[in-house]
């Protein structure tokens, strides 16, 4: 997935903007979860991002991790940016080895996408606004205005690692896909 998205994403205008067939979505992730062989290649890539999206919604407790919720919502209200990585670095060291290896391979792919934002019009703003609900949500529910709030600080956030990705993850996520 990973891998189609990190091809034909940069190119695509409105790449997890637009949303995939909700019946063919439907079908394909009853495929992958029960293991049959599924080509995404032969399908929309605005399918493959909604099952990505989908994917990252079901991981427990987030990529993120739930119990930083708080950490990661306060990370941005901290400091210079120099201080702002650092924070986030010390957070991304908290978190489970697979999430982390994951978060370099999303923020690879969202760095290319964003370096091609004239053509697609997916800027890192508006790449925050559309991934970040996927990667982190509070651990209990909440009011429609918390919830409201929470979504812009997170997608601040989202917005922030992605102009900031090769700082953070280090230089090497822009070569994590190899010659593709």
Known sequence: MLSLLYQEGPSTEGIFRRS??????????????????????CESIFVTASLFKDFLRNIPGSILSSQLCDKWISVMDQGNNEEKIKNIQRLIEQLPRA??????????????????SEENHMNAFNLAICIAPSLLWPPVSSTPDTESEFTKKISTLVQFLTENCCRIFGEEITSLFGEI
């Open 99 to 116: 999430n982390v290896v994951l978060l370099r391979y999303i923020f690879g792919v969202l760095h290319g996408i964003e370096m091609r």
């Open 20 to 41: 995939g067939s909700a019946k063919t979505c439907k079908e394909l992730k009853e495929k992958l979860d029960s293991g049959a062989e599924v080509d995404l290649a």
